[in-house]
């Protein structure tokens, strides 16, 4: 089992795309679905619905953790999920090479 690329505080490691999820977290998470098999749309539009959007997300991630065989549970991507959504979507994102819409315009600038 390894261990997550970039650390729970680790949002700043790709600026444009923090800027992206803490804009429009929808956009992130519906790519970070897209990536592990899910509807990019459908996900993204369930970050705006109650409830669910807690359910998916804690899906999402630990579909991420299997993929890349990292070590965890149900409960802990629940707690990370609950407890700092920005900062465990970045780190999600950031593991399945997810990158901001505008590029990186704005790492050059």
Not at 15 to 21: A, D, E, Q
Not at 38 to 43: A, F, G
Not at 52 to 61: E, K, L, M, P, V
């Amino acid at each position: 089992m390894s261990d997550w690329s970039n650390g729970l505080c680790g949002c700043f490691n790709d600026v444009p795309l923090c800027l992206t999820t803490f804009c429009a977290p929808c956009y992130t998470f519906g790519k970070t679905a897209e990536t592990v098999g899910d509807d990019c749309l459908m996900c993204g539009i369930a970050t705006f619905v109650p409830l669910a959007n807690i359910w998916f997300a804690t899906q999402i991630r630990g579909k991420v953790r299997d993929q890349k065989g990292i070590q965890g549970s149900f409960v802990h991507d629940l707690a990370m999920v609950c407890c700092c959504s920005l900062c465990s979507l970045m780190q999600e994102a950031q593991e399945m090479g997810v990158k901001a819409p505008f590029g990186n315009s704005i790492a050059r600038s």
